[in-house]
């Protein structure tokens, strides 16, 4: 356990003293100021407009559909692209510096290894989290806000992002070049979207229940709605573990060569 | 302390090391020694735990490198031949974090690393950032990082590739001052290196020990021969075939200008004698005549390179 704290503190330390961390969050807070008050204002008129036609969906006159979800689904966007910035350097440069040799010399186990980096990756990725989560938080002096289910939509991107940052650790661990692992892990955060894209073409009940279940957008969304069911935290689970596992047997894999 | 026995290793057809098997004394101090290629890197990487054999075991404190790995890495300090350094880090963080993760207890870290700083004469670096720092100091940021977790078994691949003339010689001081409590390997080409600070030498050429002895016994195998230094004022082209036609020289070389050269000879007095009296007669002018040592290097060249290294003028 206190390798496992050691690891996480330096990477912890590592991504706090790296401009490059702070010019992700600072470039995620302009998009999102930028954005956001333009749902807000498209909201606003939607609501003037109510006072004088009644045909509009009952759905886009609250807030948490119009407004915050998109908010969401913008932050999901920029973590597709911002988690492998973040996640690169961690397994590619140990390899290039050659300081793996210190971590693969050291009584440290793979697993306490990639256990130590993904949880200073998640406290990156929460940091920006957060400063997303800020926008709708002051909303909430000119709005009424049901905390309890924009908390439960956050917690949906927030396991999105545990399994984009296991995905992203694993590329990560493949590749000598930052570059490369950066690619990789934008393809990986992309196509596991259309993993669940299957349940719409096949045909049979059967395939297309087991469609739905791997489906990362199917789990998402009854989040983002604000159930939370066992099965949806089992599922993320499984991914952040499976990408976990993985990577362990990538880090393992290098001392026996 | 560290034992290993008929070690192979091989990368896809190349026979890095082959059927390697040599141990070491608690305590002792080993320098391992060979040309570029010969696999020293590789048998410590082995033994450090960083590398499985192809077939073969090693043991460190009774623990197989392959089967208890774990205990093996705490016992032991490495420094590759590329230190492995942060370059966001601070001199002084980056130790603490290799004593994390070398266990030590969280109550010594902080005098871990102060001794650590101080043995290799860091203290004044310490909270510098290791991308400033030159190549000297780096390299010695990598040995502080091999001593800070006081292990048992020091492993050092080439130490003093790097450092001016005063750090060599004091990191020899320092390698001279762990002897006895810590065992020791260390690698090395310079071969006063391994004079300075071993007790044992283990001369690999193309994967294969081929001398391993203490060093008085490593330069005696040169004994029965003698190597003679000449220096004259005027040679002529007779030179060498007057000088190898004499009783009791076995070869000359060309030194390093046509005023300089080397003779290979018996080991006789008389020999000295009569080239001298010879080079007199021939009026070449004798500035200088010396019976050189037979040296470790020549045993290491011998041994490794067998005699194709030295240009040979005539034998
Ligand atoms: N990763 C690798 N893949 C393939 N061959 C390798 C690898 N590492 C080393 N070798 C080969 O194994 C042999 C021994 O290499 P090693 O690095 O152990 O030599 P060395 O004695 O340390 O040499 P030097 O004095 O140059 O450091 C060499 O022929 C080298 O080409
Ligand atoms: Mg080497």
């Known amino acids: 356990m206190d390798k496992v704290s050691a690891i996480f503190q330096k990477e912890l330390r590592g991504f706090l003293i790296n401009p490059n961390f702070f010019m992700v969050c600072g470039l995620c807070t302009v998009i999102m100021s930028w954005i956001y008050p333009i749902q807000l204002n498209i909201f606003a008129q939607e609501l003037q407009n109510y006072v004088y036609q009644t045909q509009i969906p009952k759905q886009q006159l609250n807030i948490h559909y119009a407004v915050f979800l998109r908010h969401l689904s913008y932050l999901n966007l920029m973590l597709i692209l911002v988690v492998p910035a973040l996640s690169m350097r961690l397994f590619s440069e140990e390899r290039k510096m050659r300081t793996f040799d210190l971590l693969l010399t050291s009584p440290v186990t793979s697993a306490q290894i990639v256990i130590g980096k993904y949880l200073a990756l998640m406290v990156a990725i929460l940091v920006i989290i957060g400063l997303a989560f800020l926008y709708p938080a002051f909303t909430s002096i000119f709005a009424k806000v049901n905390w309890l289910i924009l908390g439960i939509a956050f917690l949906g991107i927030f396991l999105v992002s545990a399994v984009y940052a296991g995905m992203n650790l694993f590329c990560s661990s493949l590749t000598e070049s930052a570059i490369v692992s950066y690619v990789m892990a934008v393809i990986f955060n992309v196509a596991i979207w259309f993993v669940g894209i299957g349940g719409e073409i096949v045909d049979s009940p059967l395939a297309r229940k087991i469609f739905e279940h791997i489906s990362l957008s199917q789990h998402l969304s009854s989040l983002v709605e604000g159930t939370i069911r066992t099965g949806t935290l089992v599922f993320f689970a499984t991914l952040v573990f499976l990408f976990g596992f993985l990577s362990e047997r990538v880090v393992e894999s290098s001392r026996w060569r | ?315």
């Open chain 2, 1 to 315: 302390m560290i034992e290993v026995s008929s070690l192979t290793k091989k990368y896809g057809e190349i026979h890095a090391i082959e059927a390697l098997s040599f141990s070491v004394k608690k305590g002792e101090v080993v320098g391992f020694l060979g040309p570029n290629g010969a696999g020293k890197s590789t048998t410590m990487k082995i033994i450090t735990g960083y590398m499985a054999p192809t077939s073969g075991y090693a043991r460190v404190s009774g623990y197989d490198v392959f089967e208890d790995p774990l205990e093996v890495k705490k016992r032991i300090g490495y420094l590759p031949e590329t230190p492995p350094l942060y370059n966001d880090m601070y001199v002084q963080d980056y130790l603490r974090y290799v004593a994390q993760l070398k266990g030590v207890e969280k109550s010594k870290l902080t005098s871990s690393v102060d001794m650590a700083l101080e043995k290799t004469n860091l203290t004044e670096v310490r909270h510098r950032l290791i991308q400033n720092l030159s190549k000297g100091f780096r390299q010695r940021v990598g040995i502080a990082q091999a001593l800070v977790s006081d292990p048992e078994v020091l492993i050092l691949d080439e130490p003093t590739v790097g450092l001016d003339p005063k750090q060599v010689s004091e990191i020899r001081d320092l390698i001279k001052e762990l002897r006895g409590k810590h065992t020791i390997i260390l690698s090395t080409h310079i071969l006063p290196e391994v004079q300075a600070v071993c007790e044992r030498i283990i001369i690999i050429n193309k994967g294969k020990i081929v001398a391993e002895d203490s060093l008085q016994n490593l330069s005696a195998l040169k004994s029965g021969a003698q190597k003679i230094n000449l220096r004259i004022k005027n040679p002529q082209d007779d030179l060498v075939r007057v000088l190898s036609g004499l009783k009791g020289v076995m070869k000359v070389y060309s030194g390093a200008t046509r005023n300089n050269w080397t003779l290979d000879t018996e080991k006789q007095d008389e020999v000295i004698e009569s080239i001298a009296k010879e080079v007199m007669i021939r009026g070449y002018g004798l500035l200088e005549i010396s019976s050189a040592k037979a040296d470790l290097e020549d045993v290491f060249l011998k041994l490794t390179y067998g005699e194709e290294t030295k240009e040979v003028v005539h034998g």
